[in-house]
């Protein structure tokens, strides 16, 4: 049995790529494939008893987790795997101990785990930690959506727009598919409104897809205390932020600042940076200062009334 697990921040394509690759590998698993959304960044994550329920009827077996007892289908599951080897997606996984009832003890399976948080505790026998992308795979993946006639058109306006959405590729997918619907309209006029913040997340939302909305959960997931800095976060500088400014805005100490930080990165809201100077802080994609932002705004408003 084989583990991998997909980290990185909101955006970046985690499972998308778990996809691909499952995609890819499936000739070697002659015995089918499993896709389950744990549910992880939502407000309600599933539990080991929800997630055995589903992964057993997906084998063919109706056995209920809650009525049967965790343990029970638990063996029962791992048994069948042990003769079947499966490749399982487990998506969007909220901690290591969600994915662990879920992973098969013996056999030939492959387990592919998504997760926006790195899941220090789960041994894996691969970790890919995904970012953005860099400006040349941006580039490609929106000439690819929209053309390369609609590129050379304006090809600054293009990189704009790519840098505007933090080169992650969900928001680029989203600019894409708003360039697609109307190709007669100069891309510099989406270059335009995504660069004004205050408009940025109302821009990247078309057909559905929101990427505000695929930020939310990680908003939703802090505690009263993480919400209020990353919300504060979006009066600062978002190149480089640094433990003792948010401390003396907040009224808080600075070991207590860092640790909320801290919480920041493991939802993948902010990312530790080094500034010219050597010295080490946080840092924020546009797109995410720009949902900080809107989050300040809400929070200030609750703050009055």
Request: charged fraction near 25%; hydrophobic fraction near 45%; aromatic fraction near 2%.
């Amino acid at each position: 049995m084989s583990l991998v697990l997909v980290s990185g921040p909101p955006g970046v394509g985690k499972s998308a790529t778990a996809l691909a690759a499952a995609t890819a590998a499936a000739e070697n698993f002659p015995c089918g494939q499993l896709f389950l959304d744990l549910r992880g960044s939502g407000e309600a994550p599933l539990d080991a008893a929800e997630a055995l329920t589903e992964l057993l009827a997906a084998l063919g077996v109706r056995h209920s987790a809650a009525a049967d007892g965790v343990d029970s289908c638990q063996s029962l599951y791992r048994s069948l795997l042990a003769e079947r080897p499966t490749l399982i997606v487990l998506d969007d996984a909220a901690a290591a101990g969600q994915v662990e009832p879920l992973v098969p003890g013996t056999g030939a399976s492959l387990v592919i785990v998504t997760s926006r948080r790195r899941l220090a505790g789960l041994e894996t026998d691969l970790t890919l930690e995904l970012g953005p992308l860099s400006m040349d795979d941006a580039l490609a993946m929106i000439t690819s959506a929209v053309g390369k006639d609609i590129v050379d058109q304006d090809p600054a306006a293009v990189r704009s727009i790519v840098r505007s959405c933090g080169l992650l590729p969900s928001a680029i997918r989203i600019a894409a598919a708003r360039i697609a619907a109307r190709p007669v309209h100069p891309t510099r006029v989406l270059a335009e409104r995504l660069r004004d913040p205050d408009s940025l997340l109302d821009e990247l939302e078309v057909d559905g897809l929101s990427l505000r909305a695929g930020l939310m959960p990680s908003y939703r997931a802090l505690d009263r205390d993480g919400q209020r800095v990353f919300a504060a976060l979006g009066g600062f500088d978002p190149v480089h932020i640094s433990a003792d400014e948010v401390a003396r805005r907040l009224g808080m100490s600075t070991p207590v600042a860092d640790r909320r930080l801290e919480a920041l990165v493991s939802e993948g809201l902010v990312e530790p940076v080094v500034d010219a100077q050597g010295r080490p802080g946080y840092g924020m994609s546009t797109v995410l200062h720009a949902f900080a932002r809107e989050c300040r705004a809400e929070h200030d408003t609750v703050e009055r009334n």
